[in-house]
């Protein structure tokens, strides 16, 4: 089982991840909890991309697009191993952000094509402004009409593709709850 938490910066996605981990843990799953970027020699060179302030220009974001699908392929072999093994795997992150922050173009799909997609991908969704204010202080290179268009792409993907959307605008603790019910029914669990 491949679970994907998806969201714009600051939606809440390693504050949930964590708590789904632990969660999983103690109901006796095995889990493995992968992140993107990863780190990788190519997930640390994004990382420090993405600290440019010309990090949302149309032409860095391409050359991102590339290098996130690079690091994904060599993420796969490692998410395909631990399901071999039996394992849940929750991922901060899938192919869905480059599609929402890249510019869900052909040739991204094409060069995707090795990710595996997700079983189950929650989007935490919030507003941008809510989300900037939790930001503050880190250094982060969206503001708010960036990280609009992306919410918006998010809930078009959300609609195509049957993400569940949970309301990240909630409690740290009523937004875990909301996530283990999603994922308890995937698993077959009682919560
Ligand atoms: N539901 C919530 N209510 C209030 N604050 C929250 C909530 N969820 C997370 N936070 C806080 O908001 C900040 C951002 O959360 P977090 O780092 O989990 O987001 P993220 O989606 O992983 O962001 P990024 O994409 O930048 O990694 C943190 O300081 C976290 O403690
Ligand atoms: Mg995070």
Redesign the pocket.
Known sequence: MYICLE?I????????IKLLEQWLYNCGHEVLRVFEPTDSKVGRLIREMLRNPHATDENFQRTLGLLFAADRTILMDKIIDAEVEGKVVIS?RCFYSSIAYQNGAEWLSQINKFARKPDLVLL?DLEPETALM??EG?D?FEDRSFLEKIRKKYLKLAKEEEFFVVN?N???NK?HEDIKRIVARRLGMCV
């Open positions: 969201g910066d600051g939606s809440g996605k390693s504050t949930q901060d935490l939790r930001c880190k982060s990240a909630n409690g740290i937004v």
